[in-house]
């Protein structure tokens, strides 16, 4: 059987790490990729666990040479997923989830339009800014300007193929897990 890429994306605040974490307990026949990114490792963080931590020379070399499925620049850092990392997994067994952000999404999609999009949306955005509000882990400026984004990524999410609504972390991975196993079994 045919591997798939399954890419998940959703505003921040969404929940959406929760939701694949969950997912990912659940079911083992997948795998979460890892993304390259030229940002320095935080405290913790395992080159080729967390990320796989390369130069911002050896990033634009790889965009040169058209290796990355999907990539992007945020607050001067590069991020991507390579496309011999996503077959190397496809040729161990595994189906995987892509955990990335719409712009990426949409590059994936345009390369890859077998793959399946997944947005997490919030049940408002009312619901959100509550979220965002009860982390406690961001200033005012920040979350005005998570909250800018979302109209963008709500706008983005319209060419998915799926929207989940986060309203229940069970009742989202329910709904992730009958979406996966639906578009694997046709």
Do not use: W
Request: aromatic fraction near 10%; charge should be negative; hydrophobic fraction near 35%.
């Amino acid at each position: 059987m045919n591997k798939k890429l399954f890419v998940i994306s959703g505003c921040s605040g969404v929940g959406k790490g929760t939701v694949i974490n969950k997912f990912m307990e659940r079911n083992k026949d997948f795998i979460l990729s890892v993304s390259c990114t030229t940002r320095p490792p935080r405290q913790g963080e395992i080159d080729g666990i967390h990320y796989f931590f390369i130069t911002k020379d050896e990033f634009e070399q790889n965009i040169k040479d058209d290796k990355f499925l999907e990539h992007a620049c945020f607050a001067g850092n590069y991020y991507g997923t390579k496309k011999k990392y996503i077959q190397q997994k496809f040729s161990e067994g595994f189906n995987i989830i892509l955990e990335i952000e719409t712009q990426g999404a949409l590059q994936v999609k345009e390369r890859m339009p077998e793959a399946l999009l997944i947005f997490i949306a919030p049940p408002s955005v009312e619901e959100l800014e509550n979220r965002l509000r009860g982390r406690h882990t961001e200033d005012e400026e920040t979350i005005q300007k998570r909250l800018a984004q979302v109209k963008t990524e709500l706008e983005r999410s319209k060419k998915y193929d799926f929207v989940v609504i986060n309203d229940d972390v069970n009742r989202a991975v329910e709904e992730i897990e009958s979406i996966v196993k639906n578009d694997i079994t046709k």
